[in-house]
Nanobody, 118 residues
Framework: VQLQASGGGLAQAGGSLRLSCAAS????????LGWFRQAPGKEREFVAG????????YNPRSEKGRFTISRDNAKNTVYLQMNNLEPEDTAVYYC????????????WGQGTLVTVSS
C-alpha cells in the first residue's frame, strides 16, 4: 500500500488542522491506518489509529482528547482532525498502515510538517 499525507502547515495555539492520508492499493480494507509524529529531538510516537471497521485507538499522552481520527473507505483516505493545538504538537506527522499492530507498521507515508505557534 502507498500512502500520501497532506494537510500540514502553520497554526496558532488553540487552532485546528486536518491531516489527510490517501492510500492506494487493492487490499486497502486489510489495513489499519494511523498517524505517528516526531517532534524535533524526540522519538517518533503513535498518535492514533483506525481499523477498517472504524475501531479507533488513541495515544492519550499525545492527543489528550483533542484529536479525532476517521477514515473514508470509499476514498481510501484517513483523516486526523486536530483541535485546540498546542506548541507541543509541533512535529512531522506520518501516516502509517499495518495489518498487525502499531508497534511496527509495515508501511509509511512521507511526513507532513505541523507547526504550532504560541
Amino acid at each position: 500500500v502507498q500512502l500520501q499525507a497532506s494537510g500540514g502547515g502553520l497554526a496558532q495555539a488553540g487552532g485546528s488542522l486536518r491531516l489527510s492520508c490517501a492510500a492506494s492499493g487493492r487490499t486497502f480494507n486489510s489495513y489499519a491506518l494511523g498517524w505517528f509524529r516526531q517532534a524535533p529531538g524526540k522519538e517518533r510516537e503513535f498518535v492514533a489509529g483506525i481499523r477498517w471497521s472504524g475501531t479507533t485507538t488513541y495515544n492519550p499522552r499525545s492527543e489528550k482528547g483533542r484529536f479525532t481520527i476517521s477514515r473514508d473507505n470509499a476514498k481510501n483516505t484517513v483523516y486526523l482532525q486536530m483541535n485546540n493545538l498546542e506548541p507541543e504538537d509541533t512535529a512531522v506527522y506520518y501516516c502509517a498502515a499495518t495489518t498487525t499492530n502499531w508497534a511496527s507498521p509495515g508501511y509509511w507515508g512521507q511526513g507532513t510538517l505541523v507547526t504550532v505557534s504560541s
